[in-house]
């Protein structure tokens, strides 16, 4: 290796980047090579006698993509419509199938960190109910939780969706 690339290599930040958001006043984080976009809230269509935490569906790169409210699913408190609460499309990669984008409507998503892999440590409470909140790092701005998308969804809630998904595309 070259003293050069030796040098770009040390001046690289180091630990993988992931977006921050906040469920209630607690801070967590996605790694970022599970998202495919962040956007502003935008009007979804509904989804009639879905679960409460399923806010609907809408287009992206023309496949309808079913929406999920994470304080909704988490808190039982619907997200609030701020500037900073942010509709972030996630590859969630079932353990059977292809991948299917979900997308999350997540408060005060604006913040990107660099968190090591190595400071993460394991979750204490793990709870049945819910697999997708992972490790925990505690950061310069408190404890931060990382959260699984793989984990987010059991798999009759993502056959529930990607049939919705599918029905709702071929009404339209």
């Known amino acids: 290796m070259s003293l050069r690339a030796n040098y770009q290599q040390a001046r690289r930040p180091r630990g993988e980047l992931h977006l921050l958001f906040s469920l209630g006043k607690d801070r967590y984080a996605l790694d970022v090579h599970a998202i495919s976009a962040v956007l502003p809230l935008q009007r979804l269509k509904q989804i009639p006698d879905a679960p409460p935490w399923v806010s609907g569906l809408f287009v992206f ?11 909704q699913m988490a808190m039982a408190t ?9 509709l972030v499309v996630v590859k969630y990669l079932a353990t059977d199938a292809q991948p299917v984008q979900i997308g999350l409507i997540l408060e005060q998503a604006t913040d990107t960190q660099r968190l090591l892999d190595d400071a ?13 909140l992972g490790m925990i790092q505690q950061t310069a701005l408190g404890m931060v939780q990382r959260i ?12 529930l ?3 919705n998904a599918v029905d709702a595309s071929a009404d339209e």
Not at 78 to 86: C, E, G, I, M, Y
Not at 122 to 132: E, I
Not at 148 to 159: F, Y
Request: hydrophobic share 35%; with cysteine; aromatic share 4%.
């Open 161 to 163: 969706l990607v049939r």
């Open 61 to 71: 790169r023309g496949e309808p993509v079913p929406v999920i409210d994470l304080c």
């Open 148 to 159: 699984s998308v793989e984990q987010l969804l059991s798999e009759d809630v993502r056959a």
């Open 78 to 86: 619907p997200a609030q419509a701020r500037a900073s609460t942010r």
């Open 120 to 132: 993460f440590s394991p979750n204490p409470l793990q709870n049945p109910a819910t697999p997708y």
